[in-house]
């Protein structure tokens, strides 16, 4: 097989492409600077595969017909092939995203992350609780990847670290092997093909064999499942740190691996490098970008210092300027629960060398703070890796913010929060340091595969120029009084809610009114993100509906959907209580088909794709100040849904883009929550003063929805009413007053698909494409192109 390089040369000096001088200026600037991308990532949510590469090579209709001609339907084809669900929720998905889009942008990016034999588990619903099933999704194997091990490698774990004239060595280590499975990801339409990486942990064959246990052979070999268990399973839980020490076995493996990966490509190309092997790693930052996906792979900070200083003997100052170049940094969150915070003893045990580099790190860096705030005590106490108390903990945050180049929040509220409060003595040190990325989504997945009709729709409009530079979106706002427009948004939204009613029928045996406003409400389950807020104005909904049977109302089908953590017991009691209001709503003959309950089994990519199409409203509804970006609201307002919503992450950036009053923005600002904590928030004042609320909240705590077990939601009454960090009751009024404005809206069809077709002309700041061309551009010193690499099908010179 020829090198890359070489093919993009003869390529480039064909006779018939038009471009040729522009191609051989390019391919030298490619050549010569060939800086890479490595975004390490704990999770790629990458969803399926086939109707996407179909996409991204322009082979969809050449596909559809070829399988047609076999007799065969290519949407039931797609419809066999499994989610790889390597993912929880955003953080996941926006790994998957950017590789979409970095291969788009022509970047020379790679994706390195872990090769789970089981995802994100399959949730089934049982007498209306979660119950969780493993995800064998690899059980007929994986015909994207392919196992290359040619470059399988070893890590180390345990031992002990020795201390001698000639450096540090680390000794007795037990050593699990890393076997790399490549994964080709395709840019849009521009023959580009990079590649996501996934390690998958091998036994070495003497796995526990020289451990002197005479007989103890046939043991031996059980236990290489000891150290294959490291890449078994993804941790189920979305913004919540368990520190489980196999956890942090993971997170070690996928980041020595793959730094030993990005090291050995360094040296093996030669840019301009007349060594036979490069030693020198000045111009490694020049070369490698490497981009921390959360503090998951912080321990790429001092892993890098491990090898420049104890393998390759780079004194400590120059290792350290080298690894703070090379690093950078994205926060994916403020909960003070989400933060990963590892006991030191933990360290002590699995990784005692890193332990003693995080350890120099913090004494430097505290030493600097020291010197610069002289007597402050509380600062450094503040600022140190380590936090002392009754269990000494690395805060990884800390190690990430210290070790990187740049770091940045996900959306501007988010970024601004970072610099105030999470990282204020940071950001006082180095404010040049923090920066703001707010994340997009791929138009290739989230517009032109999971919704054809609009993307023909807008194609017939302005052209297809919007699927690589979505801005161009705006060109639909002048069009927005065009009553051909009108009629055709329209009318795919109906298409889109008929298939999916079809769909909800055929695999969920419910029926439900196509001509009701699909009211969707999609999302990992958590206190924060106020599902229960949703599941009050439903209960409302009904109660004013039971009281005034003969009113006009509009008619609703409320969606909610999403997975519990498997030990987040008040998250399973919100998914039980959603099927118990259900259960009640569903079967209410006065009801109807006024007001319908689903829970959307099983939420996942695919069914995403099918879903977000479909929505009239989308709810993105946190607590303002908790969610740090969102990204699935960004998809709803893409694929024509309305928002109601909070001043919260990237919402607050989407009223902007398309105007307020576009958008049905209710509730708290984070000042006004701010102000609440300050005053003490009461939830017992709300619930004495509004009739409704404490109707709805009596028929919750009374049994009215769980007559079999009236006691059943008694945690949530008693969290709502007691202890709620969310302060649903704070918002109760002001949205359901907000939804009394969307249903008035949705009284006149036309105006309604107005403000949709406003909302999806203003969407185009919410690519992917955009938010990576900032990452190349303010972190990563790259230039993207929009160059098309010659197909490798023209004939050679």
Known sequence: MRPLSRCLYESAHHPNLPHVSGWKRNLRFFLLSPQRIYYLSLEFYMGRTLQNTMVNL?????????????????????????????????????AACFLDSMATLGLAAYGYG??????????????????????????????????????????HFYGRVEHTPEGVRWLDTQVVLAMPYDTPVPGYRNNTVNTMRLWSAKAPNDFKLHDFNVGGYIEAVLDRNLAENISRVLYPNDNFFEGKELRLKQEYFVVAATLQDIIRRFKSSKFGCRDPVRT???????????????????????????????????????????????????????????????????????????????????????????SLFPGDVDRLRRMSVIEEGD?????????????????????RIHSEIVKQSVFKDFYELEPEKFQNKTNGITPRRWLLLCNPGLADTIVEKIGEGFLTDLSQLKKLLPLVNDEALIRDVAKVKQENKLKFS???????????????MFDVHVKRIHEYKRQLLNCLHIITLYNRIKKDPTKAFVPRTVMIGGKAAPGYHMAKMIIKLVTSIGNVVNHDPVVGDRLKVIFLENYRVSLAEKVIPAADLSQQISTAGTEASGTGNMKFMLNGALTIGTMDGANVEMAEEAGAENLFIFGMRVEDVE?????????????????????????ISSG????????????????????DRFKVFADYEAYVAC????????????????????????????SSDRTITEYARDIWGVEPSDLQIPPPNLPKD
């Open 114 to 155: 872990i090769r789970y034999e089981f995802g994100i588990f399959n949730q089934k619903i049982v007498n209306g609780w979660q119950v969780e099933e493993a995800d064998d999704w690899l059980r007929y194997g994986n015909p994207w990847e392919k196992a290359r091990p040619e470059y399988m490698l070893p890590v």
């Open 704 to 723: 009215f929805f769980s007559p079999k077990d009236p006691d059943c939601f008694r945690d949530i009454v008693n969290m709502l009413l007691n202890h």
């Open 391 to 411: 269990c000494k903990r690395i805060n990884m945050a800390h190690l990430c913010v210290i070790g990187s180049h740049a770091v940045n929040g996900v959306a």
């Open 675 to 699: 102000a609440l904590d300050r005053k003490g928030y009461n939830a017992r004042e709300y619930y004495d003063r509004l009739p409704e609320l404490k109707q709805a909240m009596d028929q």
């Open 739 to 766: 939804q009394a404005q969307v249903d008035q809206l949705y009284r006149n069809p036309r105006e309604w698909t107005k403000k949709v077709i406003r909302n999806i002309a203003c969407s185009g700041k919410f």
């Open 58 to 94: 322009g082979l969809q209709n050449a596909c559809d017909e070829a399988i047609y001609q076999l007799g065969l339907d290519l949407e039931e084809l797609e419809e066999i092939e499994e989610d790889a669900g390597l993912g929880n929720g955003g953080l996941g998905r926006l």
């Open 280 to 370: 020198c790693f000045e111009t490694f930052p020049d070369k490698v970008a490497i981009q921390l996906n959360d503090t998951h792979p912080a321990l790429a900070i001092p892993e890098l210092m491990r090898i420049l200083v104890d393998v390759e003997k780079v004194d400590w100052d120059k290792a350290w300027e080298i690894t703070k170049k090379t690093c950078a940094y994205t926060n994916h969150t403020v909960l003070p629960e989400a933060l990963e915070r590892w006991p030191v003893s933990m360290f002590e045990k699995l990784l005692p060398r890193h332990l003693e580099i995080i350890y120099a790190i913090n004494q430097r860096h505290l030493d600097h703070v020291a």
């Open 502 to 516: 079809a769909f909800l029928e055929k695999e969920y045996k419910v029926k439900i009114n196509p001509s009701s």
